[in-house]
């Protein structure tokens, strides 16, 4: 790397490991509540995860063909989804059934959701997911709800399947490899989510999918233009069902410009392949639905202003989350576009102008801290929210269950770890691409509103990084076949 290059990934390293250490503090902070709500539901999931862990070990260790462990480590997965789905008999919740009931108006031919200051109509980014929910709904009246699980069910499998691939990708070492996908075969939210009726579970093969095309596109010649085309195309295929990846893109172009070794006018044409076909999906998908009348504003702009996001998320008195009073604010104001804008400018100037500093750094430590800290990233809570009680076989408390809790701190460690390592010695540049992307990420739920379900889209991210920190051969010693 040149000295630039050296000294932004400097900066990049110092600043992700004080964060890091904000986490990991909040992370342990919010261990004991969790602690104390242990159920019987809590040494369940140990054991599950204990034996899992076993299990992995031995078949890592085992004799048996490279390709035969992958399929061993990806049962274990699978086994793992379906007794979670198994354990909660839910339904949609929450803004997932307000989706869901949007899906089955529009089969029965109303689209007023998605007209106005319709719920869809005021988050149209939301279009592609109700529209999945209907064809679903119309396909299977009866077990609807059980084929959006399984599909689920399906695509964390090859969530799974494509963190192996990437994490060979950039190590280029089997027994890692192996070790990503024994980690991914028992992530917390990789199984929580399995059972919740969220854009994420559509969206994450997507945008894992581009993310292994590009970093092919950086080691190819022969090939790097069409490999750029395709990780764009499906990072906007992921962004129809979950409309964050602009931050993704923008990580693309930070790392073509920062550390790809090219002139800089080749930069910009590996750029232009990154970023044109991603701009031109949008914008056809979103002209289309205009076209034929199903959406009235384009998918990157409702009838309420985006910065009403910001407006929650600088509520110190909620740490950012939903509040009564800014959606009181909200409501009031919904039917007149500029003036909501307006206002929600206004409250957000009056609180940084009226408020210490010392109370506006407070906040955001512990935004930031709030936002990262649960194992499952809200996993639990999603599945079960609104399920009676006889419908769960064992229960989890609100926070998540402890051995997700504590599986996650040893991740984070372990990512620290990686960090520490890079901040000494001069590792895989590909790496950073994966650290721009999680510190855009960072920087964007720091300002918008805050929800552990908002990180679930990156968390796959977690086990590479961790994967990075783990010694070569400390934990298991697999033999490359």
């Known amino acids: 790397m040149n000295k ?49 862990m076993l299990f992995g070990y031995k078949i890592i260790n085992s004799n048996i063909s490279y390709k035969q462990k992958i399929f061993s480590l990806i049962l274990i997965s699978i086994f793992i989804k379906i007794l979670w789905i198994l354990n909660a008999d839910n339904t949609p919740n929450s803004d997932f059934k307000v989706m869901y009931e949007c899906g089955k108006n529009f089969i029965s031919g109303d689209l007023s959701c998605f007209k106005g200051i319709g719920y869809i109509g005021r988050f149209p980014h939301l279009t592609i997911h109700v529209l999945y929910m209907a064809a679903i709904q119309y396909l299977s009246p009866a077990s609807n709800l059980l084929i959006m699980k399984i599909i689920s069910l399906f695509l964390g499998t090859t969530v799974v399947l494509i963190v192996y691939l990437i994490t060979l990708e950039l190590f280029k070492s089997k027994e890692k490899a192996l070790l990503s996908l024994l980690i991914a075969s028992v992530f917390p939210p990789f199984i929580t989510y399995t059972s919740v009726f969220c854009s994420e579970n559509l969206a994450m093969p997507f945008y894992l999918l581009s993310i ?56 910009l044409i590996n750029i232009v392949f990154v970023v044109v076909p991603y701009f031109l999906i949008i914008v056809l998908v979103s002209s289309i639905l205009q076209k034929i009348n199903i959406t009235e504003n384009p998918l990157w702009r409702g009838s309420e202003p985006k910065i009403t996001n910001v407006l929650k998320g600088t509520n110190f008195n909620s740490l950012g989350m939903w509040n009564v009073e800014d959606a009181k604010l909200v409501e009031e104001n919904i039917n007149n576009y500029d003036e909501l804008k307006l206002k929600c400018k206004e409250v957000i100037h009056d609180r940084f102008t009226t408020a210490p ?26 599945t079960q929210k609104d399920v009676p009680k006889e419908k769960i076989i064992f229960k989890i408390g609100i926070f998540g269950s402890a051995p997700f ?17 890079r901040s000494v010695m001069n590792s895989n540049s590909q790496l950073n691409l994966f650290y721009l992307i999680f510190l855009g990420y960072i920087a964007a739920y720091l300002i918008t509103e805050n929800q552990n379900r908002y990180g679930y889209i990156i968390s796959w991210l977690f086990i590479i990084l961790a994967v990075d920190g783990i010694k070569d051969g400390f934990l298991f010693k697999a033999k490359d076949e």
């Open 212 to 267: 292994y095309l590009f970093l092919r596109g950086i080691e190819s010649d022969k090939y790097k233009f069409r490999l750029f085309c395709l990780s764009s195309i499906c990072l906007a295929l992921g962004n129809l069902f979950r409309m964050v990846a602009i931050i993704v893109l923008i990580a693309y172009t930070l790392y073509i410009l920062i550390y790809y070794k090219d002139r800089i006018f080749k930069k």
């Open 357 to 382: 500093i010392i109370k506006v750094l407070i906040f955001y430590l512990g935004k930031l801290g709030a936002q990262w800290c649960i194992g499952d990233f809200a996993g639990s809570l999603w």
């Open 4 to 52: 630039l290059d050296n000294v932004f990934t400097k900066v990049m390293n110092t600043m992700l490991k004080i964060i890091l250490s904000i986490i990991i503090i909040a992370s342990i902070c919010i261990l004991f509540p969790i602690l104390i709500d242990s159920n019987v539901g809590t040494i369940v999931f140990l054991l599950v995860i204990i034996i899992s």
């Open 405 to 421: 809790q504590i599986f996650y701190i040893i991740i984070l460690i372990f990512i620290f770890l990686g960090l520490k390592k």
